[in-house]
């Protein structure tokens, strides 16, 4: 059975910083893209950034540019995402995810942890 287990969300102040990790049990992610969507409320689940397990290579949304840094440990099977320079818009449910491809997409998704709350005050 495949688990993708989030830890590190919580409440910090705006300018803050956090990181977040994703536990991978179940399988080999050798050849997926591991990364992180996030979903406030009333707003569609949308893509934050992404990485490539095997090459290492990475892509982020736009917004987090500059800010945030994934990174993996494969001897641990875990994706960490460093949250720098935190801003209120980034408060959200941050869920892990997993892809055979790029996963810029939801329905590119093969499998979603349980989120972890992220909540940034102003």
């Known amino acids: 059975q495949v688990q993708l287990v989030e830890s590190g969300g919580g409440l910090v102040q705006a300018g803050g910083s956090l990181r977040l990790s994703c536990a991978a049990s179940?399988?080999?992610?050798?050849?997926?893209?591991v990364g992180w969507f996030r979903q406030a409320p009333g707003k569609e689940r949308e893509f934050v950034v992404g990485?490539?397990?095997?090459?290492?290579?990475?892509y982020y949304t736009n917004s987090v540019k500059g800010r945030f840094t994934i990174s993996r440990d494969n001897a641990k099977n875990t994706v960490y995402l460093q949250m720098n320079s935190l801003k209120s818009e980034d408060t959200a449910v941050y869920y892990c995810?997993?892809?055979?491809?790029?996963?810029?997409?939801?329905?590119?998704?093969?499998?979603w942890g349980q989120g972890t709350q992220v909540t940034v005050s102003s």
């Open positions: 990485i490539n397990w095997s090459s290492g290579n990475t």
């Open positions: 995810a997993a892809s055979p491809r790029m996963l810029t997409t939801t329905t590119s998704i093969k499998y």
């Open positions: 179940g399988r080999t992610f050798s050849r997926y893209d």
